[in-house]
């Protein structure tokens, strides 16, 4: 049996960038001290602090998730958009420093790496 672990590799990049962030032309959040995740197969995703995203606009939502590479994930949800956002309460000890941090679906939010779409 192969381990499907094998040939996987996560890397936590902290760049020296600020990202924006935008739901439905509102900014929900704005960070310099944001983690940038490179994992195989994805396209870089950003972790921001939860100091700062303006969690007032968003609410917990009862969806969990679990990834064998970084843990166990909760969501929030924004307005009527369901699970817009994900972080990992307890993640694995390999991403420890993700903990609490928020990840937006690029495909519902504008990530905006110093004012501009990265590259995916």
Known sequence: MSNPTQGHRIELVRPEQT???LIDGVQVAKSSRPLALFETGLPVRYYLPPEDVDLT????SATHTTCPFKGEASYWSF???ADVAWYYPEPIDSVAAIAGYLCFYDTVAKVLVEGELPER
């Open 79 to 81: 307005a009527d958009r």
């Open 19 to 21: 990202v924006t962030v």
């Open 57 to 60: 606009l968003f609410r917990p």
